[in-house]
T-cell receptor, first 118, second 114 residues
Framework: NAGVMQNPRHLVRRRGQEARLRCSPMKGHSHVYWYRQLPEEGLKFMVYLQKENIIDESGMPKERFSAEFPKEGPSILRIQQVVRGDSAAYFCASSRISGTSGIYNEQFFGPGTRLTVL | AQKVTQAQTEISVVEKEDVTLDCVYETRDTTYYLFWYKQPPSGELVFLIR??????QNEISGRYSWNFQKSTSSFNFTITASQVVDSAVYFCALSGQAGTALIFGKGTTLSVSS
């Protein structure tokens, strides 16, 4: 069973360009979380998505950032008009159905995408 | 609000020393989950342990052990007889009800020299 896949692993963009980060969850997982790790900091939650729905985007910057998780295909985190401060490692995690039954469903992390903005 | 504090930014030890990484958390939830992750120099996140708030039993896995104390809101991690391969950044994290986001501490960088 393949793990969470993220691509590209490394992405270089110039200021003002768009960055698209992809995350393919583990097989059978329908929930995706995006986290950002800025230099010298821990990971911070950005957004939580189900298929075709954004469940919680409380950690997303208000401008330039968007995320989707379509019915078919990977989840996409899009950053428009990137700035140097967007340089970070972006991690995706996936889990099975939410734990409404009280059963905790583990979040499995991908290897991350390292974004460098020149 | 939920919060995780890892007061130790960096720790340096010599091989075979024991080392304890501290983690203090804040939450108003009665049910919550605590985690430790390891991030080696290669950058990926390696899951180490998950603990439920209603299970205060300490856990040992090889050279690793975890001490969960609700009375002090702490979930400390001890590596016994450290090795160079233990050098990494270690993150403590907290989650509320299942399905919610993880709240991470800022991490502790552990350097083990030979």
């Amino acid at each position: 069973n393949a793990g969470v896949m993220q691509n590209p692993r490394h992405l270089v963009r110039r200021r003002g360009q768009e960055a698209r980060l992809r995350c393919s969850p583990m097989k059978g997982h329908s929930h995706v979380y995006w986290y950002r790790q800025l230099p010298e900091e821990g990971l911070k939650f950005m957004v939580y998505l189900q298929k075709e729905n954004i469940i919680d985007e409380s950690g997303m910057p208000k401008e330039r950032f968007s995320a989707e998780f379509p019915k078919e295909g990977p989840s996409i985190l899009r950053i428009q008009q990137v700035v140097r401060g967007d340089s970070a490692a972006y991690f995706c995690a996936s889990s099975r159905i939410s734990g409404t039954s009280g059963i905790y469903n583990e979040q499995f992390f991908g290897p991350g995408t390292r974004l460098t903005v020149l | 609000a939920q919060k995780v504090t890892q007061a130790q930014t960096e720790i340096s030890v010599v091989e075979k020393e024991d080392v304890t990484l501290d983690c203090v958390y804040e939450t108003r939830d009665t049910t919550y989950y605590l985690f430790w992750y390891k991030q080696p120099p290669s950058g990926e996140l390696v899951f180490l342990i998950r603990r439920n708030s209603f299970d205060e039993q300490n856990e040992i896995s090889g050279r690793y052990s975890w001490n969960f104390q609700k009375s002090t809101s702490s979930f400390n991690f001890t590596i016994t007889a450290s090795q160079v391969v233990d050098s990494a950044v270690y993150f403590c994290a907290l989650s509320g009800q299942a399905g919610t986001a993880l709240i991470f501490g800022k991490g502790t960088t552990l350097s083990v020299s030979s």
